[in-house]
């Protein structure tokens, strides 16, 4: 079959040097860049020296806000869809984000206005530093291999 290149939204990039150390990056750069666009940051400014935290905003201290339930749906809406998006890049290749994601689903029933925003501000770091990856150690030269099961394999 050969070397993976793509498994489930994850980009294998692989590399042997010339003295028989292999690499593997893994990267889901299209992936950041579709979580931007859904979050409308497309043509939002970034810049590299971001970080996913806000400084002086803790996640977690974000005021509630009253809303009836008729404005709050539109925010329930959009939080949860970013959050499950975020949460999937953090599990698989984004490491650094995951603090942050984490911190955010504990308002999704009822979230402020503000907690878009620092939903929003992730986003911007995920868009800053989309091509971040996870590089696998180097080591000798082994057969590396992909292997995938489910869950009823488990159970058998």
């Not at 150390?21 to 043509?43: K, V, W």
């Amino acid at each position: 079959m050969g070397d993976a290149e793509w498994f489930i939204g994850m980009k294998f990039d692989w590399n042997l040097s010339s003295d028989g150390h292999m690499e593997c990056r893994l990267s889901q750069e299209a992936y950041s860049n579709i979580i931007s666009e859904a979050m409308g940051l497309t043509d939002a400014m970034v810049s590299p020296r971001l970080t996913p935290f806000r400084s002086g905003y803790p996640i977690d201290a974000i005021p509630p806000k009253d809303m009836t339930a008729v404005e709050r749906a539109p925010l329930i809406a959009k939080l949860r869809s970013w959050c499950s998006m975020l949460n999937w890049l953090s599990l698989g290749t984004r490491l650094d984000i995951t603090a942050a994601v984490s911190l955010l689903p504990s308002n999704q029933c009822s979230p402020s206005p503000g907690h878009l925003d620092a939903a929003k501000y992730i986003g911007k770091y995920v868009k800053a530093t989309a091509a971040q990856g996870y590089l696998s150690p180097r080591g000798p030269t082994r057969n590396w291999k992909l292997s995938s099961f489910s869950l009823s394999e488990l159970k058998k």
